[in-house]
């Protein structure tokens, strides 16, 4: 983690680099970002017990990801992490499609062991939670993606509000919304 002024820069010349289509930027950013994408993967994954992946096979689908996409203008670190995490979760949500079209009885559960989210004794596959997600996101937007990189992301309060470029107040008021919501619906026979 680089967190002085001088990482800053460094970090941010490398976004910029990478904006204007510089691949060998995205090799520097994830190697000075590496633990905090790894440790996205890991809290990921710690709630897709029955995954195949591993956290390092899933920081480099993650990758694969970030290096085709193309005219991304992200800001700083917390944007860039916030876009690491939401890919990471793409490519989970993929791999439960993958398993549920090769079995017919929906695949395998997965829990979610978040403390904040649900009961931990119950069972959900990621595409349930994108699908409830996507719902959330139809009449919050702003509180759907905020739960996303809160929950899958594992950025906090102060590091969603600068990505998403809103008061650390207004994060507060929409984390706790968005996370009564899901844990509502998770909870719901």
Known sequence: MMETEA?????????????RGDRDALD??????????HAIAVRQLHQERRSSLRPTALVHEAYLKLASLRKMR????????????????????DEARSRRAAKRDGGDPVTLSDTNLGSPDQDYDAIDLDALLIEL???????AEIVSLRVFGGLSIDEVAAAKE???ATVSRRWAIGKAWLTRE????
């Open 7 to 19: 990482g800053n820069d460094v970090l941010q010349e490398l976004l910029e680099r990478w904006s």
């Open 28 to 37: 520097e950013l994830t190697t000075h970002l590496y633990f905090d994408i």
């Open 74 to 93: 992200l800001q700083d670190r917390a944007h860039f992490l916030s876009m690491a995490a939401r890919v990471s979760r793409q490519v989970l949500i």
């Open 137 to 143: 996101e139809r009449f919050d937007a702003l509180a």
């Open 166 to 168: 809103v008061s650390v």
């Open 186 to 189: 998770l909870t719901r026979e």
